[in-house]
């Protein structure tokens, strides 16, 4: 089975630029979190999406959207791109009841120059 | 803020020995616990998760301890390898599901050989 897989795997943006980067979770779960580690810190949780509804939500700026759709992939937008928000995002799924472990994509580097 | 936390940045231990990875965590309430391990370029991979009505939980060469009188956290891995040379985290979450997680700062554990 294919496991939680990130698109695209690199990208360069330049400030003041837009961003979407995709998630597809593994086949059958329905929940969907993005976080986002910048070099050195561990992952900063941004989004929760379930059932295509927003379930929780970081501290970030409403720069930062998202969504889920009827397949239960998502997209991650940021708006506006600072220098700051050079990180790797990533994509967790999980299932929807039962086994709480969160499997976690190989994520997205993000750089903004 | 309440956080999770990592006591040391960095762990260096002899192939075959044991190694011994903590955690603090802030939050008295945080009932659920999970430790990753993240190699360069990849993202965070499951190893062993914890509730807060067990102190001790056991995997294949892993284990990992709850101390929740000093909220303290810590993971085993026994006969270290070579393989294990990655950086670890620990994360927890309140609502007792890995899908709003709080993740540490992490440890980078070196095996020599």
């Known amino acids: 089975d294919a496991g939680v897989t990130q698109s695209p795997t690199h990208l360069i943006k330049t400030r003041g630029q837009h961003v979407t980067l995709r998630c597809s979770p593994i086949?059958?779960?329905?929940?969907v979190s993005w976080y986002q580690q910048v070099l050195g810190q561990g992952p900063q949780f941004i989004f929760q999406y379930y059932e295509k509804e927003e379930r929780g939500r970081g501290n970030f700026p409403d720069r930062f959207s998202a969504r889920q759709f009827p397949n239960y992939s998502s997209e991650l937008n940021v708006n506006a791109l600072l220098l700051g928000d050079s990180a790797l995002y990533l994509c967790a799924s999980s299932t929807p009841t039962g086994n709480t472990e969160a499997f976690f994509g190989q994520g997205t580097r993000l750089t903004v120059v | 803020g309440e956080s999770v936390g990592l006591h040391l940045p960095t762990l260096s231990v002899q192939e075959g020995d044991n190694s011994i990875i903590n955690c603090a965590y802030s939050n008295s309430a945080s009932d659920y616990f999970i430790w990753y391990k993240q190699e360069s370029g990849k993202g965070p991979q499951f190893i062993i998760d914890?509730?807060?009505?067990?102190d001790k939980r056991q995997g294949q060469r892993v284990t990992v301890l709850l101390n929740k009188t000093v909220k303290h956290l810590s993971l085993q891995i026994a006969a270290t390898q070579p393989g294990d040379s990655a950086v670890y985290f620990c994360?927890?979450?309140?609502?007792?599901?890995?899908?709003?997680?709080?993740f540490g700062s992490g440890t980078q554990l070196t095996v020599l050989p």
């Open positions: 994360a927890e979450n309140l609502s007792g599901s890995a899908r709003q997680l709080t």
């Open positions: 914890i509730r807060s009505n067990m």
């Open positions: 086949s059958g779960h329905k929940s």
